[in-house]
């Protein structure tokens, strides 16, 4: 027993001497870091000052202290970054759906303004504007060496004043100046129509209206339809929309879904994680989707899309999406400025994390370039194909009654406008005819 006691105690003594000889190296190693930031610190302070004393002309001191914030929060990642009292207020306003300028989401790559996507309606959009273009100059000056803000802040003007951009396009083999007049940008989250017995819902952006908007645009369809037995399925269109509310997110994925999870968001510590689960109700009520996404969709719209199809609630058509999957937080500080930063990734339902990925097309549809037309083209007019109808004397068909006849003349003028649709929107138009033929192979009562 005594030598059990005695080893049971050396035991003891050792783990003792063992921590202490571990924890001594680790302790002064703490301590050293902690000596090294205190001196950088005090260089920072010192690089303060002499700039402030010696630099060519007067600086305010709060510009310096700025821009030293700023420097350290956008050398985390693009979309880390610090809001000024005004940049504050502006972001503010612009989640309540309208604010002032171009009507363009942008990052930042390679030192040059990227755009995510021109919104729905904007003067960007009308100009011609496409996700993916680079713009590297704003009125002759270059954005090369600028950060995200400072280029923001270059294209921010009165509105109804004029901007010129220069743009680089993939496919075009020089560089070329868009012309856009500044507006203020009046968001409508969600614009709804019915194409034949299609729903679509074109979602733009994530804001404080989105799902309200969404929920009230698709009853008004379904009400005009003469209810969801007239309609074949929806279409919720998410091209070109960059993101927004985590939480809009979350409730238009909701209102497709009766369980399961929708998003997770995990940090860098795992008790910071959080995991959003849908609730008992489906707008659709069963009814099958389509949503198109395209480059331009990005984080709010990434969510929504790999959310519905893991659930395999949804086909999801068009392009690979933007790729941003992390989770910024603004938070308040003093003199009413706050400080943008990521504070986590989101992962789809099945554990997808979509950063620098993107959520990728169960079918994959490239939208056509519109080719300008030729003068020849411009001035031919198509002549129309005859058929027997035409023919003189043709006879008539009796075995059909009026309605019949009236019944396939309208589908005729369906499918006619299903043909001008792919014209004008290849990918919405390929979306709608998945639906079709979804309908077509559907139970009948």
Do not use: C, W
Request: glycine share 10%; charged share 25%; no cysteine.
């Amino acid at each position: 027993m005594k030598k059990f006691v005695m080893a049971a105690l050396g035991g003891t003594l050792a783990g003792v001497i063992a921590t202490t000889q571990i924890a001594g190296p680790l302790l002064a190693q703490e301590a050293a870091k902690s000596s090294n930031v205190y001196e950088q610190l005090d260089l920072f302070g010192d690089i303060f000052e002499r700039i402030r004393a010696q630099y060519v002309e007067e600086v305010e001191p709060s510009d310096l202290i700025e821009a030293a914030i700023n420097g350290m929060l956008t050398s985390l990642d693009p979309h880390s970054s610090y809001l000024s009292p005004d940049d504050a207020a502006a972001m503010r306003v612009q989640t309540r759906g309208e604010f002032g300028g171009l009507g363009i989401e942008v990052t930042q790559e390679e030192g040059f303004v990227k755009v995510v996507s021109p919104i729905d309606g904007t003067p960007a959009d009308e100009a011609g504007i496409e996700a993916g273009d680079f713009i590297t100059h704003v009125d002759g000056e270059s954005v090369l060496g600028l950060n995200l803000d400072e280029a923001v802040e270059l294209m921010r003007g009165p509105v109804g004043s004029e901007i010129l951009i220069t743009v680089v396009r993939e496919g075009e083999s020089e560089p070329f100046d868009v012309s856009i007049i500044r507006d203020t940008i009046k968001l409508t989250a969600v614009r709804t129509r019915t194409e034949g017995d299609t729903v679509v819902l074109r979602v733009t952006t994530f804001n404080d209206q989105t799902y309200d908007n969404m929920k009230s645009g698709l009853a008004e369809q379904i009400e005009a339809a003469g209810g969801l037995d007239n309609i074949n399925g929806i279409v919720v269109d998410l091209r070109n929309n960059p993101g927004g509310l985590l939480n809009q997110a979350i409730m238009v994925s909701d209102a497709f879904l009766e369980e399961g999870e929708i998003v997770s968001t995990r940090g860098r510590d795992p008790a910071d994680g959080d995991r959003f689960n849908a609730k008992p109700g489906d707008l659709a009520e069963g009814k099958p989707i389509v949503v198109l996404i395209n480059g331009g969709s990005a984080s709010a719209s990434e969510i929504v899309a790999g959310a519905l199809q893991d659930h395999r609630r949804a086909i999801v058509v068009g392009t690979k999406s933007f790729g941003k999957g992390s989770v910024q937080t603004v938070m308040p500080l003093r003199s009413d400025g706050a400080m943008r930063l990521t504070t986590a990734r989101y992962y789809t339902p099945s554990g997808r994390s979509i950063q620098a990925l993107g959520v990728s097309p169960d079918i994959v549809v490239q939208q056509p370039r519109a080719k300008p037309a030729t003068e020849e083209e411009e001035s031919a007019v198509p002549r129309p194909l005859r058929s027997e109808a035409d023919l003189r004397g043709s006879l008539n068909n009796d075995s059909l009654s009026e309605d019949e006849v009236r019944q396939i003349e309208e589908d005729r003028a369906r499918a006619d406008a299903a043909a001008a649709l792919r014209e004008e929107d290849y990918q919405l138009a390929y979306a709608i005819d998945i639906l079709k033929g979804l309908s077509a192979l559907g139970p009948k009562d």
